[in-house]
């Protein structure tokens, strides 16, 4: 478990008085990452393996609760693969696909065998898989840092970063981080972006997730993630504006929860309101009940679609959920967070190996410009279905009765709300969703 005195060196120095633990007072480095979430600790590993000298800060210690459904899909998979995490160790689930359920109907749908990602999803709690990644980050060579809570950027003359300033510890130490260079990963708050002016577009959604935890032996050992479509609000009658999930982490709990998408000129879901209603619709061998609850409920906001932008701004560049990165098809945010991370520590490597000053602020340049053609297309039409679709009937509509009865239709679904999808195209359903990709008018920051 990581402490507030991590990476202190020890020992009595040669005059026998105590040495200065490393990590009190200020400190300096090329690059700060503000947040020890699966984006900021992605980035930190990626920068560290690449030879930069890395700050890792972290407000809270570890291990620590996260609102999240737990799952991973293979492009998540593939980003842990990339890091180097061993995904062979204890507290690993691995499940084999998703199970839809809709209307009285089940169906189960293998991950697709591609040759950019594996084929397979995993689970793991985020109460220790935030501080795996963040060891894991510390291996590779990043210094962290945690108790420190980020107040405020540090900007020169010309409104440049050169670091920030923090509280540090029980005792709220004022201490300084320098370096020209700050990665924001600090969660749908995003208080590193907004203290530079960079305004969420409030024309984007955030949506609203809740979890809790229940023992189910009937169930946690389930190979496939499973989602339910036709859930409805108490109250109304109207269709849930998302779905509900079942994710088994495979030591005896399973991970329940509803995701909902805001709908303009109506009032928010009563996530808790709706759990209780469809709670009972599960079969009772799984055992899941207020006797059996593992976990309070509980609830956050996930930022979707790109909704703060640009993702660099003076020595700024903005990872996960600080930037809006949630997946408004899905709801699916890890993978794109270690994503970003990388992104954005191979952007910096490069940017770093050219002299400061405007040769060094093109290539910082190139980090929005390659979120944009990853994410652009594929995020602007997730938002369109999402107001059009998904914000009012749910899920229930893409899972029509003939959709499915129709594997090839739900393999195509599948595909792309999960964004799998090899290019070159690798057979026909990978070319239709390319194509309905391109026809998207790409949005131009």
Same mark, same amino acid.
């Given at each position: 478990?990581?402490?507030?005195?991590?990476?202190?060196?020890?020992?009595?120095?040669?005059?026998?008085?105590?040495?200065?633990?490393?990590?009190?007072?200020?400190?300096?480095?090329?690059?700060?990452v503000?947040?020890?979430?699966?984006?900021?600790?992605?980035?930190?590993?990626?920068?560290? $393996? !690449? &030879?930069v000298?890395?700050?890792?800060?972290?407000?809270? =210690?570890?291990? @620590? *609760?996260k %609102?999240?459904?737990?799952?991973?899909t293979?492009?998540?998979?593939?980003?842990l693969?990339?890091?180097?995490?061993?995904?062979?160790?204890?507290?690993?689930?691995?499940?084999?696909?998703?199970?839809?359920?809709?209307?009285?109907?089940?169906?189960?749908?293998?991950?697709?065998?591609?040759g950019?990602?594996?084929?397979?999803g995993?689970?793991?709690?985020?109460?220790?898989?935030d501080?795996?990644?963040?060891?894991?980050?510390?291996?590779?060579?990043?210094r962290?840092?945690?108790?420190?809570?980020?107040t405020a950027?540090l900007?020169? $003359? !010309? &409104?440049?970063?050169?670091?920030?300033?923090?509280?540090? =510890?029980?005792? @709220? *130490?004022? %201490?300084?981080?320098?370096?020209?260079?700050?990665?924001?990963?600090?969660?749908?708050?995003?208080?590193?972006?907004?203290?530079?002016?960079?305004?969420?577009?409030?024309?984007?959604?955030?949506?609203?997730a809740?979890?809790?935890?229940?023992?189910?032996?009937?169930?946690?050992?389930?190979?496939?993630?499973?989602?339910?479509?036709?859930?409805?609000?108490?109250?109304?009658?109207?269709?849930?504006p998302?779905?509900?999930?079942?994710?088994?982490l495979?030591?005896?709990r399973?991970?329940?929860?509803?995701g909902?998408?805001?709908?303009?000129?109506?009032?928010?879901?009563?996530l808790?309101a709706?759990?209780?209603?469809?709670?009972p619709?599960?079969?009772?061998?799984?055992?899941?009940?207020?006797?059996?609850?593992?976990?309070?409920?509980?609830?956050?906001?996930?930022?979707?679609?790109?909704?703060r932008?640009p993702?660099?701004?003076?020595?700024?560049?903005?990872?996960?959920?600080?930037?809006?990165?949630?997946?408004?098809w899905?709801?699916?945010?890890?993978a794109?967070?270690?994503?970003?991370?990388?992104v954005?520590?191979?952007?910096?490597?490069?940017?770093?190996?050219?002299?400061?000053?405007?040769?060094?602020?093109?290539?910082?340049?190139?980090?929005?410009?390659?979120?944009?053609?990853?994410?652009?297309?594929?995020?602007?039409?997730?938002?369109l279905?999402?107001?059009?679709?998904l914000?009012?009937?749910?899920?229930?509509?893409?899972?029509?009765?003939?959709?499915m009865?129709?594997?090839?239709?739900?393999?195509?679904?599948?595909?792309?709300?999960t964004?799998?999808?090899?290019?070159?195209?690798?057979?026909?359903?990978?070319a239709?969703?390319?194509?309905?990709?391109?026809?998207?008018?790409?949005?131009?920051?």
């Open positions: 478990m990581t402490s507030e005195r991590d990476d202190a060196s020890g020992g009595p120095t040669t005059d026998g008085t105590s040495p200065r633990p490393d990590g009190a007072g200020d400190e300096e480095a090329q690059v700060i503000v947040g020890a979430g699966p984006a900021g600790s992605a980035a930190a590993a990626h920068l560290a $393996r !690449a &030879g000298d890395v700050l890792l800060l972290e407000k809270s =210690g570890f291990p @620590r *609760e %609102v999240c459904g737990d799952g991973l293979p492009r998540g998979v593939r980003q693969v990339r890091m180097g995490i061993d995904i062979n160790a204890p507290g690993w689930m691995r499940n084999k696909g998703m199970r839809w359920v809709c209307e009285g109907r089940a169906v189960e749908l293998d991950w697709p065998r591609l950019s990602h594996p084929d397979f995993l689970t793991r709690s985020r109460y220790d898989f501080e795996l990644l963040a060891t894991h980050a510390r291996a590779a060579g990043a962290l840092r945690t108790q420190v809570k980020v950027p900007c020169d $003359r !010309a &409104g440049n970063l050169t670091g920030v300033s923090a509280a540090r =510890g029980p005792g @709220r *130490e004022p %201490v300084r981080y320098r370096a020209p260079l700050v990665v924001a990963a600090d969660g749908a708050s995003a208080r590193t972006a907004l203290a530079l002016g960079l305004e969420r577009d409030t024309a984007l959604p955030v949506a609203t809740a979890r809790r935890y229940y023992r189910s032996e009937a169930r946690t050992h389930d190979p496939y993630l499973e989602l339910w479509a036709d859930l409805r609000c108490p109250g109304t009658g109207l269709d849930l998302g779905y509900g999930w079942v994710f088994p495979g030591d005896g399973i991970n329940i929860g509803l909902a998408l805001p709908r303009r000129g109506r009032r928010t879901v009563d808790r709706a759990l209780e209603h469809w709670l619709r599960l079969p009772a061998h799984w055992g899941v009940g207020e006797e059996t609850a593992e976990s309070p409920l509980r609830s956050a906001p996930l930022p979707m679609g790109l909704n932008r993702q660099y701004r003076r020595g700024l560049l903005l990872v996960g959920d600080s930037a809006g990165m949630v997946s408004p899905s709801g699916e945010g890890v794109q967070a270690m994503e970003a991370g990388e954005a520590a191979e952007t910096i490597a490069l940017a770093l190996a050219r002299p400061a000053g405007a040769r060094r602020e093109h290539a910082l340049h190139q980090y929005p410009a390659e979120i944009r053609r990853r994410w652009g297309r594929y995020y602007r039409l997730g938002t279905a999402g107001d059009l679709v914000a009012r009937y749910g899920y229930r509509p893409l899972l029509h009765p003939r959709v009865a129709s594997p090839p239709l739900l393999r195509a679904l599948a595909r792309l709300l964004h799998a999808a090899d290019e070159p195209a690798r057979d026909g359903i990978d239709v969703v390319h194509a309905l990709l391109r026809a998207v008018p790409a949005p131009r920051r």
